[in-house]
Every structure is written in structure tokens, then in C-alpha cells.
């Protein structure tokens, strides 16, 4: 008998401190917080209460854009194009995203197929060029090193559909 009355009471007890979480948790939740002067320096006075920040206006007139620097640095892309590579299974690919061309080197794996490889890295890379960059693709494979390279407009049409397979294919120059 004895151990089912300390049976119900440690229940009991278990049930409030459950109940109490509770509520500690669903105030933290909430966001609300238990007022407490803060200490002062001196042990005696509450600290002085300071009034809460007035929320800023917007400025009344739209903010310009920086103006573009003169260094181009291309970090983002040469990141952007490397990941998208590594995604498609090229891996250790070499990305050079420079003012005024794009250069990616990188070995040939096994089972691709060194036209098609090339034009893939091409047309993606013509997604972050501007129109004026030249775009060369270097292919690393057991025979030796080609060479693929093209005006990304002419990629990009290419791309968009007004530019012809042969077109592009005449556009492509292609060494080694």
C-alpha cells in the first residue's frame, strides 16, 4: 500500500514539473519574456529603463546602384562554371573568367566524346558570358590537347535557336 501511495505521488510529481516545462516552453516559443529590473551598480537603484528604437523610415528617394568598378574580378563565375562542370562529371576542370574571354581546361574523361564535351562546356559557359567574350574550351585527352573556341553570341544564338547546327559548327574554330 505504501509503495502505491509513493507510486501515485512521484506521478503527480512528474505530471507538474511535465506541466511546468510546458508552459516555460511554450513562453520561449512565444517570444514573451519575464520582466526583471536589471542589476544596478550600486545594488540598490534598478538600473534606468531606456525606450525602445523607433523603427527607420525609408529613404524617400530610391538608392543607386554602386557605379561598376573598373577591376573585374569573375570569381563568381569561375565558381558557378566549375560547379556546374563537376555536376556534369568534369571534374578538375581549369576556369579563367576574364574581362574579355573565358578559358576552361580540363581533362577528356573516359567515355565522353571530345566534340560534343566541348560544345556542352561551351554552350554552358555562354550562359554566363557577355556577348563580347571569347569563349575557348581546351580538352586534355590521351592523344593530346584540342583546342575548341568561339564568340559567346555566336554561342548563345546558337543556343537561343537562331543560329543553325552548321552555322555554329563554322563559327567554332577548332586547333590540335
Known amino acids: 500500500m505504501l509503495l502505491l501511495k509513493r507510486s501515485i505521488l512521484l506521478h503527480k510529481m512528474k505530471t ?16 514573451c519574456t519575464i520582466p526583471t529590473p536589471p542589476p544596478s551598480d550600486s545594488g540598490t537603484e534598478p538600473a ?6 523607433a523603427p527607420i523610415a525609408p529613404p524617400a528617394k530610391p538608392v543607386a546602384a554602386p557605379a561598376p568598378q573598373e577591376e573585374y574580378s569573375g570569381v563568381n563565375e569561375n565558381a558557378a562554371i566549375y560547379e556546374s562542370l563537376a555536376e556534369a562529371g568534369l571534374e578538375n576542370a581549369l576556369v579563367d573568367f576574364q574581362k574579355e574571354k573565358i ?7 573516359e ?5 560534343s564535351t ?8 555562354s550562359a554566363l558570358a557577355r556577348p563580347e567574350q571569347q569563349i575557348t ?3 586534355i585527352t590521351a592523344e593530346g590537347n584540342a583546342s575548341y573556341s ?3 553570341s555566336k554561342a548563345q544564338a546558337y543556343a537561343n535557336g537562331t543560329l543553325t547546327e552548321q552555322q555554329f559548327e563554322s563559327a567554332v574554330k577548332k586547333t590540335g
Open 16 to 31: 507538474n514539473s511535465a506541466a511546468i516545462l510546458l508552459v516555460v516552453l511554450v513562453i520561449f516559443l512565444s517570444g
Open 48 to 53: 534606468p529603463q531606456t525606450a525602445p528604437l
Open 103 to 109: 578559358l576552361v581546361s580540363l581533362e577528356l574523361p
Open 111 to 115: 567515355g565522353y566524346g571530345e566534340k
Open 118 to 125: 566541348a560544345y556542352f562546356v561551351l554552350g554552358l559557359t
Open 137 to 139: 574550351v581546351e580538352l
Open 150 to 152: 568561339v564568340l559567346a
